[in-house]
């Protein structure tokens, strides 16, 4: 069996063959691969974020010293470390520091407050918290140290203070419960000598679109993940010159990699990351950053189209808007081309794996009306019925998947593996869908007995990996 994390599913020795064999897999740890493009894009701009810019070489010095940091407060390889970070460059530098370290990111959408956060806590036995201290009027460092008093996982906070804000936990302290709270921009020393690590280990950790209480945790590891970034990447063509608008929250997939963050940094490209992905920010962004590709909601995309005649922002640059997280109605998805002047791309997935998207040079009739294919030509779809027999093309069925980036198993949670996995290794979606004649997917809806995410208008609701309502 390939060697993981205790407590998750490896994937089968003849599937870890056939993957290596293939080329996905390339035995390269997500932090070291940011040390070979701190090497080959050195100079050019990494990320953007307001009046912050900060290069590849910047980037990757600044995680060389967090990573030093938190080993030097006392992180571990192998723990894991809650992640609750709006999109600020400090997002990405924590996750990649994380991981130099050898410790375990989990992302944590910014909008959870204490239930979710403690029950992330309690279920990876996260011993660390990032996140800013206080954020649009909630005060994050309090709920931290409230979930740190309950016990006994969480003893080190580390928040993200604001220019000029200050808080009751900052400098070095601890409290009376023992938990230790330094200072984010603190976390800060020489650089150690690398750790060795290997790629077919956990990377990080995402959200799976569970009840919203208490999802369970994916484990992605550094093959797989930096396999579905590099794929998504190449199959919209990214390069250097590529600049991404992340809009939606960085720590949803859709957005961390698919392709991207992870993806547009893999090519040399720009990020250009955002707090509000609503149209009086992201377009005249859009237009001062030259920015050619994002990922948005078909909510958040018709917010942008009817908001073209009052912001007065140039979109010219804009080649590419991927589209996913929910239904697109047809006449939205037909306004796209004409009034952004770009291509569309519909995407449809899940944090556990299977992504489907429409090909840049799909008939037009493909992209309004189809979710495209899978990503990977060793992804394993079937369409099956109640019963779990394949069901013919053109019929409705539950879509299943397995492939090089889905994980087989969810951590340490053998109830829900019991219910999401078949016996084969195939993820549950729990999505409906109907496959074309030519090979596309079209997702019609949602099993009944699966757990649904309200419609809202928090940014977080439009991630890719939020269930899609019934079409009905």
Not at 68 to 96: H, I, K
Not at 307 to 319: C, G, I, K, N, P
Not at 353 to 382: F, H, M, W, Y
Not at 416 to 429: E, P, V
Request: proline content about 10%; glycine content about 10%.
């Amino acid at each position: 069996m390939a060697s993981m994390l205790d407590g998750c599913t490896p994937w089968p020795e003849e599937f870890v063959d056939r993957y290596w064999a293939a080329g996905h897999w390339r035995g390269n740890t997500l932090d070291n691969l940011l040390r070979g493009w701190a090497l080959q894009y050195g100079p050019r701009t990494a990320l953007v974020h307001g009046a912050t810019r900060i290069t590849y070489a910047a980037l990757n010095r600044r995680a060389d010293r967090m990573a030093a940091g938190f080993r030097l407060r006392g992180l571990r390889p192998g723990q894991r470390v809650v992640v609750q970070l709006p999109n600020v460059p400090e997002f990405v530098v924590t996750v990649f520091a994380l991981m130099r370290a050898g410790t375990l990111p989990v992302f944590c959408p910014v909008s959870h407050r204490a239930p979710e956060v403690s029950h992330l806590v309690q279920v990876a036995q996260a011993v660390g918290y990032v996140g800013p201290s206080t954020y649009r009027g909630f005060d994050h460092t309090a709920m931290a140290a409230d979930i740190a008093a309950r016990g006994p996982f969480l003893r080190r906070v580390f928040p993200l203070e604001a220019p000029g804000d200050s808080s009751p936990y900052g400098g070095f302290t601890t409290d009376p419960a023992g938990c230790h709270y330094f200072p984010l921009g603190s976390v800060d020393s020489p650089p150690e000598r690398p750790l060795a690590q290997r790629a077919d280990q956990v990377a990080f950790f995402l959200l799976s679109a569970g009840t919203a209480t208490a999802p369970p945790l994916i484990p992605r590891t550094h093959n797989d993940y930096a396999y579905q970034a590099r794929a998504a990447a190449e199959l919209v063509s990214l390069t250097e010159n590529d600049v991404y608008l992340a809009a939606l929250p960085a720590e949803s997939d859709f957005a961390f990699g698919c392709p991207g963050i992870v993806g547009t940094l893999s090519v040399g490209g720009t990020v250009v990351l955002v707090e509000d992905p609503g149209p009086a920010e992201c377009l005249p962004v859009i237009g001062r950053e030259r920015v050619t590709i994002t990922s948005v909601g078909p909510a958040v995309a018709e917010r942008w189209l009817d908001a073209l005649a009052t912001v007065q922002a140039d979109v010219s640059s804009l080649r590419l808007v991927q589209i996913g997280g929910a239904p697109l109605p047809r006449a939205t998805a037909e306004r796209i081309g004409p009034e952004l002047g770009c291509r569309l791309q519909q995407v449809h997935g899940r944090a556990e794996g299977l992504l489907a998207l429409t090909r840049p040079a799909d008939p037009d009739e493909t992209v309004l009306a189809t979710q495209g294919r899978p990503l990977s030509p060793d992804d394993e779809i079937r369409l099956v019925d109640a019963d779990g027999k394949d069901v013919p093309d053109g019929e409705p069925g539950e879509l299943l998947a397995r492939g090089p980036y889905t994980p087989r198993g969810y951590y340490r949670a053998p109830d829900h593996d019991a219910r999401s996995f078949t016996a084969d290794g195939y993820f549950r979606t729990g999505d409906l869908a109907r496959r074309t004649p030519d090979g596309n997917l079209v997702v019609t809806g949602r099993l009944d007995d699966v757990p649904q995410w309200a419609d809202r208008e928090d940014p977080s609701a439009s991630d890719l990996r939020r269930p899609r309502p019934d079409r009905g």
